[in-house]
Nanobody, 127 residues
């Protein structure tokens, strides 16, 4: 049974930082591309960042480029999202997701490509 468990969310002031973690079990993380998505109140879930299987390829939504960094530690079956210079508009529930297909060559940024999801962790940025 695949499980993705996010942690590290919380309340932070604008300009602050948080580091989200996503611990995976029930799958071999190293053969899956991974992504982070977020959903703000009243809005649809949106892509934040994705990382290829080895960690060499990373992708970011325009609104977080230069502020967020995705990384992974395959030995620990964990993916991270370092979030710096946080803004109130970053407030959302953040979800970790694993590609539905192992060993996919192209890293996808669309939600439909991801078949395994965590329960989400709340990030609140106060102004």
């Amino acid at each position: 049974q695949v499980q993705l468990v996010e942690s590290g969310g919380g309340l932070v002031q604008a300009g602050g930082s948080l580091r989200l973690s996503c611990a995976a079990s029930g799958l071999t993380l190293s053969i899956y591309a991974m992504g982070w998505f977020r959903q703000a109140p009243g809005k649809e879930r949106e892509f934040v960042s994705a990382i290829g299987r080895s960690g060499a390829s990373t992708y970011y939504a325009d609104g977080v480029k230069g502020r967020f960094t995705i990384s992974r530690d395959n030995a620990k079956n964990t993916v991270y999202l370092q979030m710096n210079s946080l803004k109130p508009e970053d407030t959302a529930v953040y979800y970790c997701a694993a590609d539905r297909l192992p060993r996919r060559i192209v890293v996808r940024t669309d939600e439909g490509a991801y078949g395994y999801w965590g329960q989400g962790t709340q990030v609140t940025v106060s102004s």
